[in-house]
Each structure stands twice: as C-alpha cells, then as structure tokens.
C-alpha cells in the first residue's frame, strides 16, 4: 500500500461506506476534503468535516500506519497542531494533538472497492514504455483527447514560468530575452547551454548597432564562441578573426568560450554550431535586431517562419565549419530546426505576452501550436504505436501534450493524477471525478 493510494480515495472522495466511522465509533461526512498541498505541512489544507454533530474545519494529515505520525516527527511540529482528522490505512497507534487529546482518524482499510487498489497495482508493476501501454488503445479517444489538451495548457504555462524566469535575469529586456531562447533552440539539446552563454557575452545594443553589417556580426559571435583563437589557411575565417579583434578592442568584449564547450559529436553537419552560429547572425540581421517586434508583437506564424528560414552568408554555401570545406551545398535553416524555435521560443514567449496584455492567455501561443505540423521524435513515434488511431496527432500543439504527458505523468508513474490512470484505475468511479481532475 502506497499513501499516494490514500490520497487518492480521499482528494476524490471515493471511500464508501454507509456510514463512514471513525476509530472512535462517530460517524464522518465528508463535506470538503480541502485543498491538497503541495508543500512541506498538512497533506490537505482547509478541509469541513462532519464527526458526529460537530462541525470541524481544519488540515488532513495522510499516512500509510497511523503511527508514522510520530516516525515523521509531526508530534513535535507545530505545523500539525490543527489536524482534524487522520487518514491512515491501518490505525495501529493512537495519535495525540498537541493539547494532549486524541486525533479523530479514519482507517481507509475496508472503505473503497477493492478493484481500485488491484488496478492500481498493475499499472505501477508495469515496465512497458508507460505504465497503461496494454490498456491505451482500449481507452474512449474523447477522453485522451480532452486530457492531451489540459496537458497542452499546462505545458505553455511551465514554459512561460521559464521566459519570467529569463525576462528577470535580463532585466525584463524582451528583445534580448527571445533572443536567448531562439538561440538555445537554435543550438539543439547538444548545444543549448553554450548558445545561451554566447549570448550572454555580448550585449544587445552593440548587436542592435551591428545589425546591418553581417561581417561584424558573424565576427563578434564566432570570436566571443572561442571559434577564432588560431589563424586560419582560407581568407575569409582570418578576416573574421581580425574583425572580431578590432570589435573586441572597441567594445572591450569578455574573454569568449573555450571550444570545447561546443558539441560536435555523433551530430549531422547542418547542426554543427559553427553554421548555427552563420544562422542566427543572419536572424539577427534580417530582423534588424528587432526579434520581438517582428515576431511576437507581428503574431503572424507565416511571418515569423519565413524571418528565420534564412541561409547564412556566401561563405557558408560550400562550409559547414570554419576553415572547412563541404561537397555539398548549404541550405537555409530546415522547417524542423524552424519548427523547434517556433514551438520552444516563439509560442512560451506568445502566451507570457498575451497574458501580459491582459487577452486570453492561451490563444496566440495555441493558435501558432495548432498551425504547425506534429512534430516527428523517437517519443511521438512511440506514442503513435499504442494510442487509438483516432487520437493520433494532428499538429503540434498535440505532440507538445503528448510530450508533457509522458515527463511528467508517464515517468514518474503519476498514474493518479493523470486522467487516463483515473479511468483505468476506477472504472465507474473515474466518472466522479473527470470533471475536476487537476493537473500536477
């Protein structure tokens, strides 16, 4: 018995019993069960209880063994003296307050449909790629449906918490903060880190000031990468080189990279980070500098696609690294790479904007998802294989649900908290509590 099992019954309401009894022989309604809390305290906050004739409102505490009270130290907690009841699985100790009277509880043993719990313990012993792949394409496509969609919400709104988080660390700069995340995207998981340390090395204005000159540009970000440390046999790196010095004088530029922060490995050469580099100098210059402005504040996905399918410069139609030379030619950024910053930079830094202005919150961020094709990963592929043809997805705001569920539910076997684990676990009890299932 798990107590994420208990919590369960309870958060739901679930336990049956006519009437439910306390240890002490009262009868218990349950009128609330409060809210959950995620924090450090009470498992349940705020919950209204009836115990006999009294009515008591107050926090519920939720163990395995009523005695794991005193194994958990809440006894000498001041943060559980308004405890008004004590789920346990089994009572196998009494439990004081701190006014030295006895905790009302609630033994759960024998008070929920007994499939729950067999269910339960399927999916958790379960060691297929999730824990209800047997089950999935059994399940009613509405419902996976309807759950992909919160799960898309939930996403925008974990990805938006990110851009505050870089919009305070860039002091609420907007330009320079899409800049940060179109570079990460720009960069791939490999190289991710290292295109946001770049960016950090350089100051906005002076890219503002360069815009119009891509030598300049290309120069300043390949020398402050760590990319321009040695000379080079091709003329056009070593002009790169002596320009990124002069830059580095007039601006007095921070010491650049070590090149070995940069990944190479295992990677197909149109991601190699000195062509991504050549590309976002090119973004850089076509948008004048003004990221922003032409791509959240336009809001037009077609706009914002065709910003950044740019081809870097001429040096860059016969090289995929600096001072080496390729057979065969360089082709603008690809619509996966574009697709990956529309969904990753674009569509978190619509949804943080839309809320800011006071609109609803997830309609431009959904539209750009909804707009773009489903994204094609090991993960998404996988998903194709076991959920019902009915539910396969259609663009990209569905692949991102997909995605969210199997992080942060499928994983961590969350099985409770997700809709699909309800369904599967209660049956005809999953019907009472669809409507307000939460979201972890």
């Known amino acids: 018995m798990k107590e ?16 439910l009894l306390t240890m002490g022989g009262e009868r218990l309604e349950i009128i609330s069960p409060g809210q959950e809390n995620p924090d450090s305290g009470p498992d349940f906050l705020a919950a209204t209880v009836r115990i006999g004739d009294t009515l008591w409102a107050g926090n519920v505490e939720i163990h395995v063994r009523s005695s794991q009270w005193f194994a958990h130290n809440h006894h000498t ?5 308004n405890i008004i009841l004590h ?42 790629w999730i824990p209800c792949e047997k089950q999935l394409r059994t399940q009613e496509s509405f419902i996976l449906n309807h759950w992909i969609w919160r799960l898309v919400i939930s996403r925008l709104e974990r990805k938006a918490e990110e851009v505050h988080h870089y919009l305070k660390y860039f002091d609420q700069h907007k330009e320079k903060t899409l800049l940060f995340l179109l570079a990460r995207s720009l960069g791939g998981k490999a190289n991710a880190a290292a295109f946001g340390m770049l960016v950090q090395r350089i100051s ?34 070593e002009k790169l080189r002596m320009e990124y010095h002069y ?37 850089i210059h076509k948008s004048s500098g003004l990221l922003f402005s032409n791509i959240i504040l336009n809001n037009d996905a077609t706009h914002a696609a065709k910003l950044l399918s740019v081809a870097p410069s001429d040096y860059w139609s016969s090289h995929y690294r600096l001072g080496k030379t390729a057979a065969s030619k360089m082709r ?53 294989g ?28 969350k099985c409770l ?13 999953a019907s009472t509590v669809h409507a307000n299932m939460p979201l972890a």
């Open 417 to 429: 908290k997700c809709m699909i684990g309800h369904k599967i676990l209660g049956g005809k009890h």
């Open 77 to 81: 907690d001041k943060a559980y003296a």
């Open 332 to 384: 603008p950024i690809g619509e996966n790479t574009i697709q990956n910053i529309l969904i990753n930079a674009v569509a978190p830094m619509n949804f943080v904007q839309a809320r800011e202005s006071h609109i609803d919150t997830g309609d431009a961020a959904l539209c750009l998802l909804e707009h773009l094709p489903p994204e094609n990963n090991n993960i998404i592929r996988k998903w194709n």
């Open 247 to 283: 830059q580095q004088k007039k601006h007095k530029l921070p010491p650049p990279l070590r090149f070995e922060t940069w990944k190479y490995s295992r990677m197909r050469p149109s991601n190699f980070p000195d062509l991504r580099i050549a590309q976002l100098a090119m973004i």
């Open 386 to 413: 076991i959920i019902p043809p009915s539910a396969k997805p259609e663009n990209a705001a569905t692949t991102q649900g997909l995605l969210e569920l199997r992080k942060y539910y499928c994983v961590p076997r």
């Open 4 to 19: 994420d099992f208990i919590v369960y019954l309870w958060k739901h309401r679930i336990l049956r019993g006519q009437p």
């Open 87 to 128: 789920v346990v699985y089994i009572y196998d100790k009494e439990v004081l307050d701190h006014y030295g009277k006895p905790i009302h509880h609630l033994e759960a043993k024998g008070y929920f449909d007994p499939s729950l719990q067999h269910n339960y313990n399927l999916l958790l012993s379960n060691k297929g």
């Open 204 to 237: 906005y204005e002076i890219l503002l000031r360069n815009h119009d000159n891509i030598f300049s540009l290309e120069a300043m970000l390949f020398g402050l990468a760590g990319m321009l440390e040695k000379p080079f046999t091709e003329t056009y790196p």
